[in-house]
T-cell receptor
Framework: GAVVSQHPSRVICKSGTSVKIECRSL??????MFWYRQFPKQSLMLMAT?????????EQGVEKDKFLINHASLTLSTLTVTSAHPEDSSFYIC?????????????FGEGSRLTVL | DAKTTQPPSMDCAEGRAANLPCNHS???????VYWYRQIHSQGPQYIIH???NNETNEMASLIITEDRKSSTLILPHATLRDTAVYYC???????????FGTGTSLTVIP
């Protein structure tokens, strides 16, 4: 299957700082990427849908000014957690689908674990 | 997209078949059934999907009832590495978002 890579896999930061997480589709062009957040022992929660060259669409309850998403190319989307606080500590996962429809499945990155001290 | 209902947890003996059920009674005609699994602290992994016919690949088989209101994912010979949370999702194949439910935590026992 297609490969989606995230970086960094783990990041620890101080409260009040901003953290950027990258999501790359390595062997396909992704017109749409998705960002999820997962707290311990919980399911994945969709945060936003990122379309190349346009503004991201955020799910209800997700602060767009806190979670900045940029999808500047067909292979790269970034999530920036601004002014991070301990409650933002979570596992962030991106996914992408291939352009042109195909069989419709999403391919997921390995996830990025953020710890805010 | 239709909602799904799965049992929260299941156990399976190593080497036996694991049968994971999913109810999706409000599924519409153009919605597919997708199965993903998530091993601890990793991103979800695609397993299989289908519309109305049963499907099989190298990982699993998917059995969809004739009325499409439920399905079963079958891992024919479960191994310890199959211990994971399994998610059943229904959506159109041209639809955008995947919304995850609570899934089934499968534990394969030696």
């Amino acid at each position: 299957g297609a490969v989606v890579s995230q970086h960094p896999s783990r990041v620890i930061c101080k409260s009040g700082t901003s953290v950027k997480i990258e999501c790359r589709s390595l062997d396909f062009q992704a017109t749409t990427m998705f960002w999820y957040r997962q707290f311990p022992k919980q399911s994945l929660m969709l945060m936003a849908t990122s379309n190349e060259g346009s503004k991201a669409t955020y799910e209800q309850g997700v602060e767009k000014d806190k979670f900045l998403i940029n999808h500047a190319s067909l292979t790269l989307s970034t999530l920036t957690v601004t002014s991070a606080h301990p409650e933002d500590s979570s596992f962030y996962i991106c996914s992408a689908r291939t352009s042109g429809g195909g069989t419709g499945e999403l391919f997921f990155g390995e996830g990025s674990r953020l710890t805010v001290l | 997209d239709a909602k799904t209902t799965q049992p929260p947890s299941m156990d399976c003996a190593e080497g036996r078949a694991a049968n994971l059920p999913c109810n999706h009674s409000t599924i519409s005609g153009n919605e597919y059934v997708y199965w993903y699994r998530q091993i601890h602290s990793q991103g979800p992994q695609y397993i299989i999907h289908g519309l109305k016919n049963n499907e099989t690949n190298e990982m699993a088989s998917l059995i969809i009832t004739e009325d499409r209101k439920s399905s079963t994912l079958i891992l024919p010979h479960a191994t310890l590495r199959d211990t994971a949370v399994y998610y059943c999702i229904v959506r159109t194949n041209t639809g955008n978002q995947f919304y995850f439910g609570t899934g089934t935590s499968l534990t394969v026992i030696p």
